[in-house]
Structures are given as C-alpha cells and as structure tokens.
C-alpha cells in the first residue's frame, strides 16, 4: 500500500489549493482515508476524513465551510478555500481498512509522506 500526497505550495490568505492523495496497493472502496496536518509545536490535527465503508465525511470544525473532501476510483482530494495562514502545516494523508470516517489517527495504518501547505502574504 502506498498513498502519496502531493499539491501543496504557497499561497496568499483567501486562496485556494487541492490536495491529491494517490492510492497504490489497495481497493479505496474498503477503506477510509483521512487527511491529517501538523505545524510546528503543535499537535497532529484530523482535517477531514471520509469512508467508503458507510459514506461517512468528517470535517474538523476550523475547516468546515471551507475545505471539500472528495474521492474516485484511486485517488481522494481535499479542496481548500478562503486558506487563511493558520491553515500552514504539513498535510498528510492515510488509510485505514474497513474504518468510518474518524480524525484518530490510530484507526489509520498506512500513510503518505506530508505535502507542505503556507498560508501567507
């Protein structure tokens, strides 16, 4: 199982950004992927999830509104609007079989390497 994420960069606050997580190795239809951001001195953070074991999506509530999770066939996407700079971290993505859509990161055994997310003018 391999998922890398990739479509970070730098943006100005209001801008917008897509995420991509690729899967490799597995059937996303048996799994929940999870989007997950970490900045400096600060904990790991679930950001949105979503599941195709129930078609359960979470979004954590500093980015409900604004940030849009999404899937096909081999990859899931996270849209981020209205990016403001407490939105800098590094975004990861991960996979966890037969879960529901859950911002612990223990449910998730697999995971990507970060794409780095900057928010600033």
């Known amino acids: 199982v391999q998922l890398q994420a990739c479509g970070g960069g730098l943006v100005q606050p209001g801008g917008s950004l897509r995420l991509t997580c690729a899967t490799s190795g597995l059937t996303l239809d048996y799994y929940a992927i999870g989007w997950f951001r970490q900045a400096p001195g600060k904990e790991h953070e679930g950001v949105s999830c979503?599941?195709?074991?129930?078609?359960s999506i979470y979004y954590a509530d500093s980015v409900k509104g604004r940030f849009t999770i999404s899937k096909d066939n081999a990859n899931v996407y996270l849209q981020m609007n209205s990016l403001k700079p407490e939105d800098t971290a590094v975004y990861y993505c991960?996979?966890?079989?037969?879960?529901?859509?859950?911002?612990?990161?223990?449910?998730?055994?697999?995971w990507g390497q970060g794409t780095q997310v900057t928010v600033s003018s």
């Open positions: 979503i599941s195709s074991k129930d078609g």
């Open positions: 991960a996979a966890g079989l037969y879960a529901n859509a859950s911002p612990n990161p223990r449910v998730y055994r697999y």
